[in-house]
């Protein structure tokens, strides 16, 4: 069965996930992290997307990006894995492909999700026992998000600058987001919406999408309500 299209809607933030193939480490000294945030750089001025969010992790990479047109994002994650995966080979002498299979994406409600999303990014290193806080972590946007260290790849959200007046409001207000505890829950969401490719945001956000869209952006319902007359039915 072919693949259908992943949801992609100009201006939309999307949270994408690029793995190393069989989990393996495609990232393996300071040379490579900051390559591959140059070809990010110029990958998403080349094709008009925006990064809000990232962390490069040794096996994998989130990133929290808005595409300016329908194809801005395939051909940022195109372009940026030819360029890095011609860098690995030569750098480290092998051959054939880096990454596991299509990235995987998910539409976000920018409303209810964004700066949950970012958090959720940015928090990875913790969460793997990297280190004890997103700020000891040198390659994630934590530092400029929070602490205003000067990033050229990062381009705030509305979301994000609705937090404060300044830059330094803006800062602070952030750095106490991560003082609350990122629920569980959340974290699942996040992890289930974008491996499986459905839209993450509230109800209203997912049925407006899919109108516009004219697509499901929730999987189907399985089974059904047992006290129901017509579930009954259904099992004849």
Not at 4 to 32: C, E, K, M, W, Y
Not at 170 to 194: C, M, W
Not at 213 to 225: H, I, T
Request: charged share 25%; proline share 4%; net charge positive.
């Amino acid at each position: 069965m072919a693949r259908l299209p992943r949801f992609v809607i100009s201006g939309q933030p999307q949270h994408v996930i690029l793995r190393g193939n069989d989990r393996t480490d495609i990232f393996r000294a300071d040379a490579d992290y900051h390559f591959y945030l140059e070809k990010l750089r110029s990958a998403c001025a080349k094709h008009g997307c925006d990064i809000h969010a990232y962390v490069l992790m040794t096996n994998h990479v989130h990133l929290l990006i808005t595409p300016s047109a329908e194809q801005s994002l395939s051909k940022t994650i195109q372009m940026l894995g030819r360029y890095y995966v011609q860098y690995y080979n030569r750098r480290y002498q092998r051959t054939g492909t880096l990454w596991e299979g299509r990235y995987k994406a998910t539409l976000i409600d920018t409303a209810t999700y964004l700066l949950i999303c970012m958090r959720y990014l940015e928090l990875n290193p913790v969460r793997a026992g990297m280190v004890s806080h997103p700020s000891e972590y040198p390659w994630s946007s934590y530092q400029h998000n929070a602490l205003g260290r000067p990033d050229e790849l990062v381009t705030p959200y509305l979301e994000y600058r609705r937090l404060g007046k300044t830059d330094e409001e803006r800062q602070g207000a952030y750095r106490q987001l991560f003082k609350q505890h990122l629920p569980e829950h959340r974290v699942s969401e996040i992890r289930d919406s974008t491996n499986k490719a459905w839209v993450l945001g509230s109800e209203r956000f997912k049925q407006q999408i899919q109108k516009q869209l004219e697509r499901r952006v929730v999987p189907e319902a399985r089974g059904g309500d047992r006290k129901s007359e017509q579930f009954r039915i259904n099992r004849v």
